[in-house]
């Protein structure tokens, strides 16, 4: 008996002893594998061998279903970060020292997998922690990255992955020059700087118009003056019925208003400023008095009968109002 327990004693460290160069050379050959593709594209039984216990090294496991008869969408949308991923690691950690190990298993090529883990969504990013040696975790569980909000950078799932692993240096994120978004961005400045200088003779006396500048203010003050931002937020009705068949234009109170009330109360202040306008600014440019005359009468009268049309629609928003101006 006692012979039996010395040999179980002597043969234990020789089995963990070769249980760790196994897992050691499974590292390099897979390391290998990934300094001329990376992440390593896995199938169902790569897929096992890399994520068996024991294991001394770190496998990040991406599962995922690219083809577009799957409707995966999210899965197309991160395959080039996934990929800059597993590029930036393997370029600034070609000697293995963080032992890390990047795969990608699509459903076509590991569908037991997928079935073995009763996976209904992708993509799933998991991360298999050591089981032996640094940053060994004994039950050898993988972690899970939450693909819920929608898709993620390179950035931001290489910042998790890295709060996974023991601290130490790591490579960091490259991403490569996007030649064909310089040379648009650089075509496009260039092609905004030669149309300005050769259209700028006849563009800039538009812009510099001060009658536009005026027009366009004075519209901007009519349709924000007149509710236009109060029905956008209200989400207010057009116009509405008066329950006897008819049309309401004017809504009562303060606190409602209708669409086309809206554009009503623009029309009579643009009236309003308009005559207005003219009586400052035409009028006393005509050379005949008569006419002259004339127009102070035809512009006082338009000024007038539009400001008693606004009291009576004033009135109607509230009742207590005493006062109007003939003839509304």
């Known amino acids: 008996m006692r012979i039996i327990q010395t040999l179980l004693l002597a043969v234990t460290p020789l089995v963990a002893l070769a249980a760790k ?168 400045i260039l092609g905004l700087i030669t149309f300005f200088s050769v259209a700028s003779p006849y563009i800039l006396p538009v812009i510099q118009n001060r009658n536009l500048w005026a027009a366009i203010s004075l519209i901007t003050i009519l349709l924000f003056t007149s509710g236009h931002m109060f029905n956008h937020i209200r989400k207010v009705p057009y116009i509405s019925g008066n329950g006897k068949g008819g049309i309401t234009y004017f809504a009562g109170g303060f606190s409602n208003q209708f669409g086309l009330e809206t554009q009503i109360v623009a029309a009579m202040y643009g009236v309003l400023s308009f005559a207005t306008i003219a009586l400052a600014l035409k009028v006393p440019r005509m050379s005949d008095p008569k006419q002259q005359q004339v127009a102070v009468f035809v512009w006082g009268g338009v000024i007038f009968g539009m400001y008693s049309f606004l009291l009576s629609v004033f009135r109607i928003k509230n009742g207590g109002y005493p006062f109007y101006l003939p003839p509304f």
Request: charged letters at 25%; glycine letters at 8%; a neutral charge.
């Open 21 to 188: 160069d196994a897992s050691q050379s499974k590292f390099d050959e897979y390391h290998s594998r990934s300094l001329s593709s990376t992440p390593l594209k896995l199938d169902d039984a790569s897929y096992d061998d890399l994520t068996v216990t024991p294991r001394d090294y770190t496998v990040v496991v991406l599962l995922t279903a690219l083809e577009a008869r799957f409707g995966c969408q999210l899965c197309r949308d991160f395959q080039p970060e996934w990929d800059l991923i597993g590029r930036s690691w393997v370029k600034g950690d070609r000697r293995g020292e963080n032992r890390v190990l990047y795969g990608t298993l699509d459903f076509t090529d590991g569908k037991g997998t997928f079935q073995k883990l009763m996976l209904q969504t992708a993509p799933i990013l998991m991360l298999f922690p050591p089981t032996v040696d640094t940053g060994a975790k004994g039950d050898g569980q993988p972690i899970r990255y939450d693909f819920s909000m929608g898709p993620r950078s390179a950035e931001q799932v290489y910042a998790w992955i890295t709060r996974q692993l023991p601290d130490g240096p790591k490579p960091s994120i490259h991403r490569p020059l996007n030649y064909v978004r310089i040379v648009a961005v650089t075509t496009t």
